[in-house]
């Protein structure tokens, strides 16, 4: 294995998925559910979906829902899940979402999410999510959710140049993630940019705290031209 500094992120996440099992429970993100649960259902895209727990969730509440992943195996895994539930409207692709971000793709999104779309191995973020704004319908909303700091009961172990952690830098705020954005504010509102903090369980059993940044912004409807 390459090091960290000279790794691609298809080759860190395709390492990451290549065991047998399921790296993650296949649950919806509670964070992202509560901000999504009252919007009306349309088409919607998950950037980074991994297993694709987030997106087969949305889709079992009636959204056209699609996701994007590094991974191929993850999307292989994904896609087995969406069929063994008979989910014909959960659909998903293995594509690199820096090159996504450079194409012409016309698709519009009445909700574009992205929930821990955070990597240890450098990947162009911001760039994917300003194209991800521009992709999402008048009317749409674009949902972020992320790390906003190490899990409680592994603060000690994050920061370290040398290993696979995250350090301080890795972890989003609000104020970043808008900045990265860069949202127009003629053709944005942004609804909730703030840290929650959710209870849950330590790997030994212990109560602990999890902190999200979460950033939820709607694009203004259209407007019509004025007359001359």
Known sequence: MSAQGSETPKAFWEERYSGSERVWSGRVNATLAAIVESLPVGRSLDLGCGEGGDVLWLAQRGWDATGVDLSETAIARATRTAAAHGLGSASFVAADLADWAQGAESVEYDLITA??????????????????????????????????????????????????????????????????????PARWEVLAADVRERVTTAPNGSPATLLDSVVVARRREATPEPLV
């Open 115 to 184: 929930s821990f779309f955070q990597s240890p191995v450098a990947l162009p973020r911001a760039q994917i999510l300003r194209a991800a704004g521009h992709r999402v319908a008048p009317g749409g909303h674009l949902v972020l959710v992320a790390h906003a700091a190490p899990p409680s009961w592994a603060a000690h172990e994050h920061g370290g140049a040398g290993g696979r952690g995250h350090g301080p830098q890795d972890f989003p705020s609000p104020e970043s993630e808008l900045a990265a954005l860069a949202l127009d």
